[in-house]
Nanobody, 125 residues
Framework: VQLQASGGGLVQAGGSLRLSCAASGRTSSSYAIGWFRQAPGKEREFVAA????????NYADSMKGRFTISRDNAKNTVYLQMNNLKPEDTAGYYC???????????????????WGQGTQVTVSS
């Protein structure tokens, strides 16, 4: 499966963005999908993940209540709605697909089999 992330941009603190991760090739419903981010000079960080069916989600603690992950398997697309953005949310955001559970994706991102190219999110103060 190939993943294409989009929707990033420049936004002021307190603003919102919606990222999309479009899958092509093998149907995305065969995979759990996760979002990760990486800022310059920092390690990759788990953001959120959603199960194959969309029935289960998992969020990093700092994103709970601000970010919402969802999926539309008919469109082979996963979304990350980001509200109340903060300057510390500035990073490249990457989506990844895995046959493993969302718990496994969070614990061991290297087990994700497929990665998108990333989309930049910049939050100004």
């Amino acid at each position: 499966v190939q993943l294409q992330a989009s929707g990033g941009g420049l936004v002021q603190a307190g603003g919102s963005l919606r990222l999309s991760c479009a899958a092509s090739g093998r149907t995305s419903s065969s995979y759990a999908i996760g979002w990760f981010r990486q800022a310059p000079g920092k390690e990759r960080e788990f953001v959120a993940a959603i199960s194959k069916s969309g029935g289960s989600t998992n969020y990093a603690d700092s994103m709970k209540g601000r970010f919402t992950i969802s999926r539309d398997n008919a469109k082979n697309t996963v979304y990350l709605q980001m509200n109340n953005l903060k300057p510390e949310d500035t990073a490249g955001y990457y989506c990844a697909a895995s046959i493993w559970s969302i718990t496994t994706m969070r614990a061991d991102p290297d087990r994700c089999e497929h990665w998108g190219q990333g989309t930049q999110v910049t939050v100004s103060s």
